[in-house]
C-alpha cells in the first residue's frame, strides 16, 4: 500500500499535541460549569436550508449523501438534504426550538464538538476543528446584563490558561445597534452589505474595503470614509461613546437606534471595566460577518500575539430560533479550539511533559512471569496511578528504552526471589536521573507532578 496523502485542512494532532488540546478542553469545561453552564451536544448535520438560512455561508458547507443513494427516496434534493454544521449556534437555536417545553429559561449551555467549513485551508484555519460554545438564551427576552456576563465568563475561561502559558486576552466588542444606526443614518441601506465588508478591515485593509463598499454596497466616497472612520474608533471606557456621538455629530446622523446602541455598549463597557479592569475593549470595526447578530458582537485576541488573529468570537442574536409565535433570543462565544491549539504550538508557547498518560512501566523479567508485573499493575491502577505493562521481556535496557521513547518517567523491576526461594524487594527506578529505590506496589506512588501529563509553559 502506498503511504496515504495527508488532507489539506483536517488536523491529527500526534499525542503530545493531542494532551495539550485535552488540557484546554478540561480546563475550559471547567470554568463553564461554574458558572452554571450545562453541557450537551447536537447532532453534525442538519438540513441543508436551515443552514444557509443566516449568513454568508454557502461555500463553506459540507452536503452530505450516501454514495449509492436511492433517487426515489428523495434524499438528494428538497428539503430532505442534509449538510454538516458548520458552528455551533445555528443547531443550537434548533435546538431550542425542538426542545423548548423541556427547557428551563434562561437556558444556559456549553458545547464542545467538531463542526466543518468547506474554506480554504491555511495556517490555523482548519476544514475540520473543534469548537467550545457557550451561550445563554431565554424566552421572549433575555436581560442586557448577560451581554456582559458572557464575555467575561469567556475570559476567565481563557484566563485559566495563563499557568500553561497561554497570553492574557482582550474581548474586543461592538454593537450592531450603533453600526446600523450610524450606517442607516448616513443613508447606506445596505447594512448587511456594508457589515461584511468592513469585517473584513483587519484582513485587506482599509483602501480595499474603502472599494468594495462603493463597488458592492453602493456608499460614495464620503460615505465610505465615514463608515472607515466610525471602524478606527477604539478605547477602553466610556470616552469611546462621546467619540462616535461626535463622529455622528459632524455626518449629520441622528438615528434612534444609533443612541440605543450607543447606551447599551457604554453598559458593557461600564460594567466590564468594574468587574475585569483591562479586559474589555470597545473595538467599532468589529462587525462580525454571520447577519443574524443583533446587538453585542465580540471578538477576542491574545495579548502580545494579536498577529495571530481572533481566537473566540460572537455575539447576541434575537430572532435566531424563533417558530413564527414563540422567540428565544440568545447571546453566546465560541472558542475556535484547534486554531488555538495550532497557534500555541507552533508559537511556542506551551508543551505537554509526555503524550502517553502512563506514569509507570512494569518490566517483564520473562513470560512465565509475566503474570507477577501485570499483578503488580492492577495494585497501582486500583490506587489510581496510570500504568502499562512492557509488551515483551526483551533485555531491561530495551524496556527502559521503550519507557524512555513514551516518555513515561518510571519503570518498575518486580524482585522475584532468589535460589532459595527468599523473596526480593521491588524496585523502581525513575529513568530520567537514574535513582532506584525499593518500593511496594500497595503504598508507593509517583511524585505529584508525574503522576499524569501535565500542560507546561514551553520554556519550563
Known amino acids: 500500500m502506498a503511504r496515504p496523502t495527508p488532507l489539506s485542512g483536517f488536523p491529527e494532532w500526534l499525542p503530545d499535541d493531542r494532551a495539550v488540546e485535552q488540557h484546554l478542553l478540561d480546563s475550559l469545561r471547567r470554568t463553564f460549569e461554574l458558572h452554571g453552564f450545562t453541557g450537551i451536544e447536537t447532532r ?23 454514495l449509492q443513494a436511492d433517487p426515489e427516496s428523495g434524499e438528494d434534493g428538497g428539503d430532505k438534504q442534509l449538510g454538516l454544521h458548520f458552528d455551533l449556534t445555528v443547531p443550537f437555536a434548533r435546538y431550542v426550538l425542538e426542545n423548548a417545553g423541556r427547557l428551563a429559561f434562561p437556558f444556559k449551555r456549553y458545547q464542545i464538538q467538531k463542526v466543518w467549513r468547506g474554506e480554504r485551508p491555511q495556517e490555523g484555519r482548519f476544514r475540520e476543528f473543534v469548537q467550545a460554545d457557550i451561550d445563554v438564551v431565554g424566552a421572549g427576552d433575555l436581560p442586557y446584563h448577560y451581554e456582559v456576563e458572557l464575555p467575561l465568563v469567556m475570559a476567565e475561561a481563557l484566563g485559566a490558561l495563563r499557568e500553561i502559558g497561554v497570553p492574557q486576552v482582550r474581548v474586543l466588542v461592538n454593537n450592531r445597534k450603533v453600526a446600523e444606526g450610524f450606517y442607516r443614518g448616513l443613508g447606506l441601506e445596505d447594512v448587511e452589505g456594508v ?92 462587525a462580525r460577518g454571520l ?71 512494569v518490566a517483564v523479567t520473562s ?70 529505590a525499593d518500593a511496594d506496589a500497595a503504598s508507593w506512588e509517583p511524585p505529584a507532578q508525574d503522576w499524569w501529563p501535565r500542560v507546561v509553559p514551553a520554556g519550563e
Open 44 to 66: 453534525a448535520v442538519e438540513p441543508l436550508d436551515q443552514l444557509l438560512r443566516k449568513g454568508e455561508t454557502s461555500k463553506e458547507v459540507y452536503v452530505l449523501r450516501r
Open 195 to 286: 457589515l461584511r465588508q468592513v469585517d473584513k478591515l483587519d484582513k485587506i485593509g482599509p483602501d480595499a474595503v474603502s472599494g468594495l463598499l462603493q463597488a458592492e454596497c453602493g456608499a460614495t466616497p464620503e460615505q465610505a470614509k465615514a463608515c472607515l472612520e466610525l471602524a478606527g474608533i477604539s478605547g477602553p471606557d466610556a470616552s469611546v461613546i462621546d467619540r462616535v456621538r461626535a463622529l455622528a455629530a459632524s455626518y449629520g446622523v441622528g438615528t434612534e437606534l444609533l443612541e440605543t446602541g450607543l447606551a447599551e455598549l457604554g453598559a458593557l463597557i461600564g460594567a466590564a471595566a468594574r468587574r475585569a479592569p483591562g479586559i474589555v475593549v470597545a473595538d467599532l470595526k468589529i
Open 291 to 361: 447577519d443574524y447578530y443583533t446587538g453585542s458582537v465580540y471578538e477576542t485576541v491574545l495579548v502580545g500575539h494579536e498577529e495571530l488573529g481572533s481566537i473566540c468570537s460572537g455575539g447576541r442574536y434575537d430572532t435566531l430560533a424563533t417558530d413564527g409565535k414563540n422567540t428565544y433570543p440568545g447571546v453566546g462565544l465560541s472558542i475556535g479550539v484547534s486554531r488555538l491549539v495550532s497557534r500555541l504550538l507552533a508559537a511556542g508557547l506551551v508543551r505537554a511533559t509526555r503524550g502517553t498518560p502512563s506514569a509507570v512501566v
Open 367 to 436: 513470560e512465565e512471569t509475566r503474570d507477577a508485573s501485570d499483578a503488580v499493575a492492577t495494585a497501582l491502577r486500583a490506587r489510581g496511578i496510570p500504568v502499562e505493562v512492557a509488551p515483551t521481556a526483551a533485555k531491561f535496557g530495551k524496556q527502559i528504552k521503550y519507557a524512555d521513547r513514551r516518555g513515561i518517567p518510571f519503570v518498575w523491576f518486580p524482585g522475584g526471589a532468589d535460589d532459595d526461594g527468599t523473596p526480593r524487594a521491588d524496585q523502581v527506578k525513575d529513568i530520567r536521573s537514574g535513582d532506584q
